[in-house]
């Protein structure tokens, strides 16, 4: 069984809210032999928080479970969601959001990408970010940005993402950002 030392999960947790808190900014989680997608996942999940991992096979699943000991669920019922494997718009589209009464609810995805520069440039906007900035990921579906706009449409409630790379770079990209394609 894998477990993070508290130092790790304590440097992860904090990676995590420094990267929804400054949008679209590149920060990198601690070097450990679990893959950086599955970090956040291991470092908030507790006993009380519902998981889904979507990966080829079950390994990071049973591991996630094994060390938080957190429920496993359904995509559309997780709150925190960790996607090992190339996810679908319609996947995507499956999210928990949450309510305008408890937007607390909303998952917060992490979505392991190839890359977090190289792909389709975005301009970013909103709380967190000064002015604005730019984020070109590249391993996420077409269709993204917009998928994720009507995820977010119903503000409070929405769902927070995060992508990470496998060097372990993160860029966060909380319900609160605006992400307009560049041409």
Not at 33 to 55: F, N, Q, R, W
């Amino acid at each position: 069984m894998i477990t993070l030392p508290v130092n790790e999960s304590q440097l992860a947790f904090r990676t995590v809210l420094n990267a929804l808190a400054h949008p679209g900014a590149t920060y990198r989680l601690p070097d450990t032999a679990v893959p950086p997608a599955v970090l956040p996942t291991l470092a908030l999940a507790d006993l009380g928080t519902a998981v889904c991992v979507l990966e080829d096979g079950t390994e990071w699943a049973e591991t996630v479970v094994s060390a938080t000991s957190a429920p496993l669920s359904d995509l559309n019922k997780a709150r925190l969601v960790t996607a090992l494997r190339a996810v679908t718009v319609e996947e995507i589209a499956e999210l928990h959001r949450g309510t305008a009464l408890a937007p607390e609810d909303g998952a917060l995805v992490t979505l392991a990408v190839s890359d977090l520069d190289g792909g389709p440039a975005w301009r970013l906007t909103g709380p967190g970010v000064p002015g604005e900035t730019t984020l070109a990921p590249t391993g996420l579906p077409a269709g993204f940005v917009a998928a994720r706009a009507e995820l977010v449409a119903g503000f409070p409630a929405g769902v927070d993402f995060l992508l990470a790379c496998p060097d372990g770079r993160i860029a966060g990209l909380p319900r609160t950002t605006t992400i307009e394609e560049e041409r």
